[in-house]
């Protein structure tokens, strides 16, 4: 207590057991992100690993299947959620179990097309309903608003990225 004014403690703050309050209102915000990301991630770790596959691999058969068909590496990379800092080894690790083929061009032999195979199709239908129960298992008991200012509000976080080189 300062100067008899009860200092109300954050549900974060109860979580991770800090002692004192958070030196800025940001820390707060950006440890509530980092600390959500972390539990949830863990969600989709457990769900992911029981279809013999990593986020980053789903993400990657996630966007061509999406695409409907063959798509250059590097147009991968640009579209994963999570930077994988190497997209060479992650898609060779999914061409080894039969979930990709990878074609050069025969126009630019620089550039491999990656394309999707039917037994990752198959894989990813099976996922379908268990990712839609983990979506609303997680934010579910948030209402549609609540959803879309929750969306401004991370796209506007990341807007002070925009001009950081990513390197």
Known sequence: MEKGIAMATSRLQNEIKKKGPFKSPEEEALLNL???????GNRFYR??????????????????????????????????????????????????????VRRR????????????????????????????????RLLGHMSRAELKTLSQLLEKARESLSSDVVG
């Not at 980092?34 to 949830?40: S, Y």
């Not at 061009?105 to 839609?132: F, G, H």
């Open 34 to 40: 980092l600390r959500t990301n972390d539990q949830f």
């Open 105 to 136: 061009c025969s126009e630019d032999r620089r550039v491999v097309y990656v394309e999707i195979t039917d037994k990752a199709l198959a894989i990813l239908k099976q996922t379908d309903e268990p990712l839609k129960a983990l979506h609303k």
């Open 47 to 100: 769900l992911f690993r029981e279809y013999d596959l990593t986020s980053s691999q789903y993400n990657v058969l996630r966007i061509l299947r999406g695409e409907g068909k063959p798509m250059p590496s590097l147009e991968i990379a640009a579209r994963l959620i999570q930077v994988v800092p190497a997209i060479t080894g992650l898609i060779d690790r999914l061409e080894k179990r039969s979930l990709v």
